[in-house]
Structure formats: C-alpha cells, structure tokens
C-alpha cells in the first residue's frame, strides 16, 4: 500500500517526508484515462498535496492544490485529507506530449509556466486560508519549493516523479519534502545537496527500494530517525446527498431542464461514482428546496 513516512535529522534541524503513491497514481490514471503526460502532472501534484495534507493536525482538515499554467493541460486540481489520502484531476486528460530531449516526460510543456501555484488549507473551523505564487518551472517540485519559500518563508527542497511504462500503468511514482528548520548551520545545507544530486531521481529510487531507503540516502550522515508512517490511498469523499445538495443549488430552469430529458446521470469530478437522478427524484429535489426557500 502507498504510504507517507516522516522523519527527522541533523540534530532537528532537518525535517523530511516522503512519499510512495504508485497506486495512487495509477488509480487516478484508470479514473480518468491520464495520458502518460497527464498522469506524471497529476500524479506529482496528489503526492506533494498528500505531503502536505499529512502535517495537518486537526481531523477534518483538507488541502487543495491549484496549479494553472496556462498550458494545453488546464488546471492542475488535488484535494487531500488530514490522513494524506488523496483525490484530484486535471481539466484535460486527452492532453500527451512527446517526451523531452533526456527522455523525460514533459510536464511542464503540459502545465504551461504561465500562472500560478495556489495553496488552500481547510482546518475545518473558521475560514479557509493560503496562497499562491507564480509558477517557477511547471515541473511542479520546483514549484512547491517556491510556494514554500514565497509564501510560507520555509526553505526547502522538493522532489516529485512519476514513471509511466508503454502501457501506460505507472511503474514506480513518489516524492519527498525536505525542509530546512531556522538556525540550520550551513554546512548542513551543502551536505544535502550533495545528497540529493547523488540520490538519483525518486522512481529510480523507488523502483527497487522502499521510502526508508530513500529517506536514508537523501539524510545521509544526518542520523535520520524515523517519527511516524501513514498508509493513504486514493479517496474521494463523494455521495449521493453530496450530490443532491449541488443539485438543489441549481436553478430551477436547470433542474425543469434535466427533468424533461429523462434519468440524468452526474460523474464525480474526481472518481469514477456516477449518480442516477429519476425525473420523479429530480421534481423532489426541485420540491423540497422550494419548501426550504419558504
Ligand atoms: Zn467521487
């Protein structure tokens, strides 16, 4: 099963999570029928959101990434919850482009460069609240790492992968946050960096080995110590009252409309649930919101 774990080194003043999502990467390529493009943008995006969403303390809290390049992809969407179980989609799955020069998948051509990252946290009591910033790359790890910098003033390092075999299934996909905590000397930094470049890209990592061996490699000579690991999976909170409850806020010509041209089906944006809707269930909806406007 995919799974977050959380470590600490270097005398506390290194934080580090990392992430396997290769089921997850690959459930949201079967929902939506990704591209090998679309799946390396989304799938990059669930884990870093699934990062972040795993930090969260309080029960329902949620984190939304929104990333909008302005490329043939759209908008970038993930949801997680406080667990790191996540959900998302982007606004074209048809979207593939040929691969980079290096071999790579070109994500960035997908996503664009033009726009911005955005970062919501629900904590589930008061109002929402985050930030965004401009897109550094549309590779999206280099992009969280600015988000982080710009908006949250932490110092960071992030690296996302996805790797797509001819079949489209995901072989191996994952990532990793590493940050810096305030008063980390400097001899730190120098040594992580030298890790990192000599770690190798995360699929190659994770394709034969664990999260903990990645963990080990990145933190190395850091005495990494690790605090806590979570299983997540890909999870969509849907439902049909979930879905009646947006019906209801349809007009009533909308609704008049759907009426008329028999069973109307409504596909969750972010799994593959389909709701059925009789004409007889659509008056319903139609009559108990008048009730409710009364
Ligand atoms: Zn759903």
Known sequence: MD???RAIAGDGFIKMAAADTREICERARVIHGLTPTATAALGRTLTAAGIF????????????????????????????????????YVQDPN???????????????????????????????????????????????????????ESEQKPSACALGVLVDR??????????????????????????????????????????????????????????????????????????DRVEEALASLSEAELDEMKCSGDAEVTCQFCDAVYTFTPAQLEEILKNREKEEE
């Open 3 to 5: 799974k977050i774990v």
């Open 167 to 240: 079949d489209r299934s995901v072989i191996a996909a994952g990532g990793y946050i590493v940050e810096l905590l305030p008063g980390a000397p400097d001899n730190i930094i120098d040594k992580l960096e030298k890790n990192i470049a000599s770690a190798g890209s995360v699929t190659a990592q994770l394709k034969d080995g664990t999260v903990e061996d990645m963990i080990n490699r990145v933190l190395e000579g850091f005495s990494p110590e690790i605090l806590e690991e979570t299983e997540i999976e890909y999870r969509c909170y849907c439902s049909r």
């Open 53 to 88: 969403g795993n930090a969260l303390k309080e029960e329902n809290a949620s984190v939304t990434v929104r990333i909008n390049g302005g490329g043939p992809l759209g908008s970038v969407i993930a949801v997680s919850d406080s667990t790191g179980n996540v959900r998302g």
């Open 95 to 149: 979207v593939d482009l040929p691969l980079k020069e290096n071999g790579k998948i070109d994500v960035s051509g997908a996503v664009g460069k033009d726009g911005q990252i955005t970062v919501i946290r629900d904590l589930g009591i008061g109002e929402p609240y985050g930030g965004s910033v401009q897109l550094v790359s549309g590779e999206i790890a280099e992009d969280f790492t600015a988000y982080l910098a």
